[in-house]
């Protein structure tokens, strides 16, 4: 069965009225469909990928691309994620057990098993190895690109923005121009956005993680046109893999 077969005859709930549906529904006329399997909604991945699209909302309208995304959680973790990041409620879907991932054949993450650790522990344990680079290519040197900046990618947080990330004070993106300059990803800038995103998330832990089983499950990127085929395809291969292309995460959308 296909990708797109998969997704086509998946049901699950949507996060703005509670409904089972079909995932995409709505998205039959448009010319492109965007689908999204994140990881759980309190991750790393699915924060900043949700950032990215809503910077790029007005871009994808213009292309008539439709966007759903599905993310391991249950409906409250999905209103909280919807209120935090801005994420429209109608286009995400939550699927509380990961089993869409595991159709999709979506990498799982380390599996490690210690015995007499229950699964959440076992899945803690895993975590803290993938943060570490186990399992988990390309996650330290996307850490460190979060600290040292980049050239490559765009400025994140525009001059009159104040971001506020715990425990730092308060920082007005202008602060950023003594990391290194203007018009590019500065020093420490995508750092402080993770920080915001951490702050957010161990503040409402078990509202993000209600089963923390499934921590170490990634997702991927599927993006078809209008007769159903796949015309571009990202599985995350381990912690802040979520794009291909790290310098601008939805280059790919060039493509249409």
Known sequence: MSVYDILSQSQRQRVSDGATLPILKGCETAPHQLVLVWSQLGDF???????????????????GIAVRAIGIGDRTAGEQFCAYTGFPADW???????????????YPGLALKLPGLKSGQNAWLNLMLMCAGIGSPGTL????????????????????????????????????????????????????LRLRNM?????????????AAYLTQRGGTFLFNAQGELRYEHRDPGILGFAENKHYPLSFLSEV
Do not use: M
């Open 45 to 63: 991945d699915s924060l900043e990928y949700a950032w990215w699209l809503q910077r790029e909302l007005p871009r994808l309208k213009d292309k």
């Open 92 to 106: 995400l879907f939550v699927d509380p057990q990961a089993d869409l991932h595991r159709q999709l054949e979506l």
């Open 141 to 192: 040197a996307e850490v460190f690109r979060g600290y040292t900046g980049d050239r490559k990618a765009p400025q994140l947080i525009d001059d009159d923005e104040v971001v506020k990330a715990a425990p730092l004070p308060p920082l007005r993106g202008s602060f950023f121009q003594f990391a290194g300059g203007r018009g590019f990803q500065r020093p420490f800038e995508l750092a402080t």
């Open 199 to 211: 702050a957010e998330v161990l503040s409402r832990w078990q509202t993000y993680v209600p089963d």
